[in-house]
């Protein structure tokens, strides 16, 4: 198993930027991609971002495309979702998980490790 702990949240005027970051430990030898995901209230979780173990492919949500950007670094076992130009429909609890297979994903039942999420509020 994998254990994921999520940081970086907060509140943020529109048009402001994020970083999210996201720590992992326990199998953290194992090649995995990873994603983000995040869940508005009253909403189902929607699929955000997910890259692979070297970084070389990733993939993300229509309505994050060309405003958020996930990295990570493995020597640190750490994934980043940077933010920027944030509106208030971004504003979500999100999540990092992680996906046993060097495979990206964009459904949830994909991921097999789940943090506890971090809230970004997005003001107008």
């Known amino acids: 198993q994998v254990q994921l702990v999520e940081s970086g949240g907060g509140l943020v005027q529109a048009g402001g930027s994020l970083r999210l970051s996201c720590a992992a430990s326990?199998?953290?030898?194992?090649?995995?991609?990873m994603g983000w995901f995040r869940q508005a209230p009253g909403k189902e979780r929607e699929f955000v971002a997910s890259?692979?173990?070297?970084?070389?492919?990733?993939s993300y949500g229509d309505s994050v495309k060309g405003r958020f950007t996930i990295s990570r670094n493995v020597a640190k076992s750490t994934v980043y979702l940077q933010m920027n130009s944030l509106k208030p429909e971004d504003t979500a609890v999100y999540y990092c998980?992680?996906?046993?297979?060097?495979?990206?994903?964009?459904?949830?039942?994909?991921?097999?490790?789940w943090g506890q999420g971090t809230q970004v509020t997005v003001s107008s």
């Open positions: 998980a992680a996906r046993l297979w060097d495979v990206i994903g964009t459904k949830p039942a994909e991921f097999g490790s």
């Open positions: 326990g199998r953290t030898f194992s090649r995995y991609a």
């Open positions: 890259i692979s173990w070297s970084g070389g492919s990733t």
